[in-house]
Protein backbone atom coordinates (compact mmCIF):
# COMPACT_ATOMS: atom_id res chain seq x y z
CA UNK A 1 0.00 0.00 0.00
CA UNK A 2 2.78 2.73 0.86
CA UNK A 3 6.19 2.74 -1.38
CA UNK A 4 8.99 0.68 -0.98
CA UNK A 5 12.32 2.61 -0.81
CA UNK A 6 15.29 0.99 -1.33
CA UNK A 7 18.23 2.60 0.04
CA UNK A 8 21.89 1.89 -2.05
CA UNK A 9 24.73 0.16 -0.39
CA UNK A 10 27.88 1.69 -0.28
CA UNK A 11 31.41 0.43 0.37
CA UNK A 12 33.73 2.95 2.17
CA UNK A 13 37.59 3.72 1.72
CA UNK A 14 38.69 5.01 4.53
CA UNK A 15 41.51 4.02 6.76
CA UNK A 16 41.84 2.09 9.31
CA UNK A 17 38.50 0.46 8.38
CA UNK A 18 38.69 -2.93 6.67
CA UNK A 19 36.27 -4.00 4.31
CA UNK A 20 33.40 -2.24 5.61
CA UNK A 21 30.16 -1.51 3.68
CA UNK A 22 27.18 0.90 4.60
CA UNK A 23 23.53 0.51 4.12
CA UNK A 24 22.27 4.32 3.20
CA UNK A 25 19.22 4.42 5.21
CA UNK A 26 19.89 7.99 5.94
CA UNK A 27 19.24 8.92 2.19
CA UNK A 28 15.99 7.44 2.08
CA UNK A 29 14.13 10.44 3.12
CA UNK A 30 15.48 13.61 4.35
CA UNK A 31 12.91 13.53 7.57
CA UNK A 32 11.37 9.95 7.75
CA UNK A 33 14.79 8.87 7.74
CA UNK A 34 16.92 6.09 8.03
CA UNK A 35 14.81 3.52 9.64
CA UNK A 36 12.51 5.87 10.91
CA UNK A 37 10.64 4.88 7.77
CA UNK A 38 11.12 1.13 7.97
CA UNK A 39 9.44 1.42 11.46
CA UNK A 40 6.20 3.27 10.18
CA UNK A 41 5.68 2.35 6.76
CA UNK A 42 3.16 -1.12 7.96
CA UNK A 43 1.83 1.29 10.95
CA UNK A 44 0.62 3.77 8.49
CA UNK A 45 -0.91 0.64 6.73
CA UNK A 46 -2.37 -0.85 9.61
CA UNK A 47 -3.95 2.94 10.43
CA UNK A 48 -5.26 2.90 6.54
CA UNK A 49 -6.71 -0.66 7.20
CA UNK A 50 -8.58 0.25 10.86
CA UNK A 51 -9.38 3.44 9.12
CA UNK A 52 -7.56 5.68 11.90
CA UNK A 53 -6.73 9.21 10.12
CA UNK A 54 -5.02 10.60 13.63
CA UNK A 55 -1.46 9.41 14.46
CA UNK A 56 -0.85 9.69 18.15
CA UNK A 57 2.70 9.21 19.52
CA UNK A 58 5.43 9.68 21.97
CA UNK A 59 8.90 10.95 22.13
CA UNK A 60 11.83 13.54 23.91
CA UNK A 61 12.14 16.70 22.71
CA UNK A 62 14.48 16.24 20.34
CA UNK A 63 13.59 13.11 18.68
CA UNK A 64 13.95 12.16 15.37
CA UNK A 65 10.85 9.59 15.50
CA UNK A 66 8.61 12.64 16.25
CA UNK A 67 9.75 14.43 13.25
CA UNK A 68 9.34 11.74 11.11
CA UNK A 69 5.76 11.05 12.58
CA UNK A 70 4.80 14.40 11.59
CA UNK A 71 6.62 14.13 8.27
CA UNK A 72 5.06 11.38 6.84
CA UNK A 73 1.83 12.08 8.55
CA UNK A 74 1.37 15.38 6.43
CA UNK A 75 2.79 12.87 3.30
CA UNK A 76 0.15 10.67 3.69
CA UNK A 77 -2.47 12.41 4.87
CA UNK A 78 -2.69 11.98 8.68
CA UNK A 79 -3.13 13.91 11.43
CA UNK A 80 -0.75 13.66 14.03
CA UNK A 81 -0.05 14.91 17.48
CA UNK A 82 2.44 14.34 20.02
CA UNK A 83 3.02 13.80 23.72
CA UNK A 84 6.48 15.42 24.51
CA UNK A 85 8.35 14.46 27.47
CA UNK A 86 9.46 17.14 29.86
CA UNK A 87 8.67 21.05 29.70
CA UNK A 88 7.62 23.25 27.22
CA UNK A 89 10.85 24.53 25.14
CA UNK A 90 11.45 25.36 21.60
CA UNK A 91 13.87 24.14 19.34
CA UNK A 92 14.56 23.06 15.93
CA UNK A 93 13.42 19.42 15.91
CA UNK A 94 9.94 20.49 17.48
CA UNK A 95 9.27 23.62 14.71
CA UNK A 96 9.87 21.14 12.06
CA UNK A 97 7.64 19.01 13.64
CA UNK A 98 5.15 22.29 13.77
CA UNK A 99 5.56 22.68 10.30
CA UNK A 100 4.44 19.41 9.44
CA UNK A 101 1.12 20.23 10.85
CA UNK A 102 1.99 18.21 14.55
CA UNK A 103 0.04 19.24 17.49
CA UNK A 104 1.96 19.43 20.07
CA UNK A 105 0.59 18.19 23.94
CA UNK A 106 4.34 18.80 26.40
CA UNK A 107 4.04 16.20 29.83
CA UNK A 108 5.85 16.02 33.06
CA UNK A 109 8.00 13.20 33.22
CA UNK A 110 5.86 11.29 35.84
CA UNK A 111 2.77 11.34 33.65
CA UNK A 112 4.58 10.42 30.59
CA UNK A 113 5.47 7.12 31.98
CA UNK A 114 2.26 5.66 31.16
CA UNK A 115 1.37 6.42 27.58
CA UNK A 116 -1.18 3.95 27.38
CA UNK A 117 -3.43 6.14 29.72
CA UNK A 118 -1.59 9.27 28.55
CA UNK A 119 -3.20 8.17 24.98
CA UNK A 120 -6.67 6.58 26.68
CA UNK A 121 -7.29 9.96 29.12
CA UNK A 122 -7.02 12.58 25.68
CA UNK A 123 -7.86 9.98 22.66
CA UNK A 124 -10.09 7.25 24.11
CA UNK A 125 -12.86 8.82 22.59
CA UNK A 126 -11.36 9.53 19.62
CA UNK A 127 -12.28 6.96 17.44
CA UNK A 128 -9.79 8.28 14.52
CA UNK A 129 -6.95 8.37 16.70
CA UNK A 130 -4.33 5.23 16.54
CA UNK A 131 -1.51 4.97 19.28
CA UNK A 132 2.35 4.78 17.76
CA UNK A 133 4.30 3.57 20.71
CA UNK A 134 8.08 5.84 21.33
CA UNK A 135 10.17 5.32 18.69
CA UNK A 136 7.58 3.31 16.49
CA UNK A 137 8.04 0.27 18.80
CA UNK A 138 5.98 -2.20 17.41
CA UNK A 139 5.30 -5.69 15.48
CA UNK A 140 4.41 -3.51 12.51
CA UNK A 141 7.83 -2.08 13.16
CA UNK A 142 10.02 -4.63 13.35
CA UNK A 143 8.27 -6.26 9.84
CA UNK A 144 9.33 -3.16 8.25
CA UNK A 145 12.94 -3.51 9.44
CA UNK A 146 13.19 -7.31 8.19
CA UNK A 147 13.60 -5.48 4.42
CA UNK A 148 16.79 -3.99 5.19
CA UNK A 149 18.01 -7.58 4.73
CA UNK A 150 15.55 -8.87 2.06
CA UNK A 151 17.18 -5.91 0.30
CA UNK A 152 20.71 -7.49 0.42
CA UNK A 153 22.24 -8.16 -2.99
CA UNK A 154 25.73 -9.84 -0.90
CA UNK A 155 25.63 -11.50 1.86
CA UNK A 156 27.89 -10.52 4.98
CA UNK A 157 30.12 -11.93 7.81
CA UNK A 158 28.62 -9.44 10.48
CA UNK A 159 25.89 -6.52 10.34
CA UNK A 160 26.37 -3.81 12.75
CA UNK A 161 23.36 -1.68 13.89
CA UNK A 162 23.30 0.81 16.86
CA UNK A 163 19.73 0.31 19.08
CA UNK A 164 17.64 2.58 21.16
CA UNK A 165 14.47 0.32 21.78
CA UNK A 166 16.12 -2.62 19.93
CA UNK A 167 13.11 -3.02 17.28
CA UNK A 168 15.16 -2.42 14.13
CA UNK A 169 18.04 -5.09 15.97
CA UNK A 170 14.84 -7.28 16.20
CA UNK A 171 13.45 -6.98 12.32
CA UNK A 172 17.50 -7.44 11.15
CA UNK A 173 18.22 -10.55 13.67
CA UNK A 174 14.57 -12.51 12.68
CA UNK A 175 14.94 -11.48 8.76
CA UNK A 176 18.73 -13.31 9.18
CA UNK A 177 16.88 -16.47 11.03
CA UNK A 178 14.58 -16.63 8.79
CA UNK A 179 16.90 -16.52 5.21
CA UNK A 180 19.13 -19.51 7.53
CA UNK A 181 22.37 -16.80 7.33
CA UNK A 182 25.52 -17.28 8.97
CA UNK A 183 25.64 -13.43 9.71
CA UNK A 184 26.60 -12.29 12.95
CA UNK A 185 24.16 -9.05 13.74
CA UNK A 186 26.09 -7.07 16.41
CA UNK A 187 23.67 -4.43 18.79
CA UNK A 188 24.95 -1.76 20.25
CA UNK A 189 22.93 -0.15 22.42
CA UNK A 190 23.34 3.95 22.67
CA UNK A 191 21.99 3.76 26.09
CA UNK A 192 23.43 2.00 29.39
CA UNK A 193 22.84 -1.01 30.84
CA UNK A 194 21.51 -2.15 27.62
CA UNK A 195 21.52 -5.55 28.07
CA UNK A 196 18.02 -5.27 28.46
CA UNK A 197 18.06 -4.81 24.74
CA UNK A 198 18.26 -8.62 24.87
CA UNK A 199 15.08 -8.98 26.19
CA UNK A 200 13.40 -6.13 24.04
CA UNK A 201 14.56 -8.38 20.87
CA UNK A 202 12.75 -11.51 22.25
CA UNK A 203 9.92 -9.91 22.21
CA UNK A 204 9.36 -10.13 18.55
CA UNK A 205 11.79 -13.38 17.65
CA UNK A 206 14.40 -15.83 19.18
CA UNK A 207 17.54 -15.43 21.21
CA UNK A 208 19.83 -17.17 18.70
CA UNK A 209 23.92 -17.61 18.42
CA UNK A 210 23.47 -15.02 15.74
CA UNK A 211 23.22 -12.26 18.41
CA UNK A 212 26.05 -10.07 19.66
CA UNK A 213 25.36 -7.34 22.28
CA UNK A 214 28.10 -4.89 22.59
CA UNK A 215 27.04 -2.65 25.68
CA UNK A 216 30.38 -0.43 26.31
CA UNK A 217 30.32 1.88 23.21
CA UNK A 218 27.76 3.75 24.99
CA UNK A 219 30.01 6.82 25.85
CA UNK A 220 27.74 7.69 29.18
CA UNK A 221 24.24 6.91 27.82
CA UNK A 222 21.57 8.80 26.21
CA UNK A 223 22.54 11.56 24.44
CA UNK A 224 25.59 11.61 26.26
CA UNK A 225 29.00 11.81 24.48
CA UNK A 226 32.91 12.25 25.12
CA UNK A 227 35.40 14.79 22.90
CA UNK A 228 36.92 11.17 21.62
CA UNK A 229 33.81 10.25 20.17
CA UNK A 230 32.89 13.99 18.81
CA UNK A 231 37.00 13.66 17.11
CA UNK A 232 35.32 10.90 15.67
CA UNK A 233 32.89 12.21 14.13
CA UNK A 234 34.90 14.84 12.62
CA UNK A 235 36.98 12.71 10.90
CA UNK A 236 34.98 10.10 9.73
CA UNK A 237 32.69 12.64 8.12
CA UNK A 238 35.32 14.69 6.60
CA UNK A 239 37.00 11.70 5.06
CA UNK A 240 34.02 9.96 3.88
CA UNK A 241 31.30 12.57 3.64
CA UNK A 242 28.85 10.86 5.31
CA UNK A 243 27.05 12.64 8.32
CA UNK A 244 27.16 10.51 11.45
CA UNK A 245 25.30 11.70 14.43
CA UNK A 246 26.63 11.29 18.34
CA UNK A 247 23.61 9.39 19.26
CA UNK A 248 23.32 6.15 17.31
CA UNK A 249 25.70 5.71 14.20
CA UNK A 250 28.73 7.50 15.59
CA UNK A 251 28.51 4.88 18.35
CA UNK A 252 28.18 2.22 16.12
CA UNK A 253 30.99 2.87 13.54
CA UNK A 254 33.61 3.48 16.36
CA UNK A 255 32.53 0.13 17.99
CA UNK A 256 33.50 -1.22 14.36
CA UNK A 257 37.02 -0.07 14.42
CA UNK A 258 37.30 -0.79 18.13
CA UNK A 259 36.51 -4.74 17.28
CA UNK A 260 38.95 -4.51 14.44
CA UNK A 261 41.50 -2.57 16.47
CA UNK A 262 40.80 -5.93 19.36
CA UNK A 263 41.16 -8.38 16.65
CA UNK A 264 37.53 -10.05 17.36
CA UNK A 265 36.98 -9.25 13.76
CA UNK A 266 39.18 -10.47 11.43
CA UNK A 267 40.18 -7.82 8.71
CA UNK A 268 38.87 -10.15 5.79
CA UNK A 269 35.29 -10.34 7.21
CA UNK A 270 32.97 -8.44 5.17
CA UNK A 271 31.11 -5.95 7.52
CA UNK A 272 27.34 -3.99 6.63
CA UNK A 273 26.79 -1.09 8.98
CA UNK A 274 23.14 -0.17 8.76
CA UNK A 275 22.90 3.51 8.45
CA UNK A 276 19.94 4.30 10.97
CA UNK A 277 19.80 7.92 9.87
CA UNK A 278 18.61 10.44 12.73
CA UNK A 279 20.84 12.93 12.27
CA UNK A 280 18.58 15.93 13.20
CA UNK A 281 20.18 14.42 16.67
CA UNK A 282 23.17 16.62 15.97
CA UNK A 283 21.17 19.64 16.86
CA UNK A 284 20.42 18.75 20.27
CA UNK A 285 23.93 18.30 20.93
CA UNK A 286 25.50 21.26 18.51
CA UNK A 287 26.86 22.68 22.08
CA UNK A 288 29.17 19.48 21.97
CA UNK A 289 31.17 20.22 18.72
Known sequence: MFQNIYSPVQKLKINPFSNLFVKRDDLIDPYISGNKWRKLKFILERATIEDKNHLITFGGAYSNHLVA??????????????FVRGEEVKNEMLLLCSLYGMKLIF???????????LFEKKFGQDKNA????????SP???????????????????IFVAAGTGTTAAGLLKAIQNKNLDTKLHVIPILKGGEFIREEISK?????????LHTTYHFGGYAKT???LIAFIKSFTAQTGIL????????????????QKQGKIRETD??????TGGLLGIFGMKDKF
Open 69 to 82: TAAAAAKFGFQSTA
Open 107 to 117: TNREGYKDKSL
Open 130 to 137: YFIDEGGA
Open 140 to 158: EAVMGCTEIVDELREDYDH
Open 204 to 212: YTKISENLN
Open 226 to 228: QPE
Open 244 to 259: IDPVYTAKMFYSILDL
Open 270 to 275: KILAIH
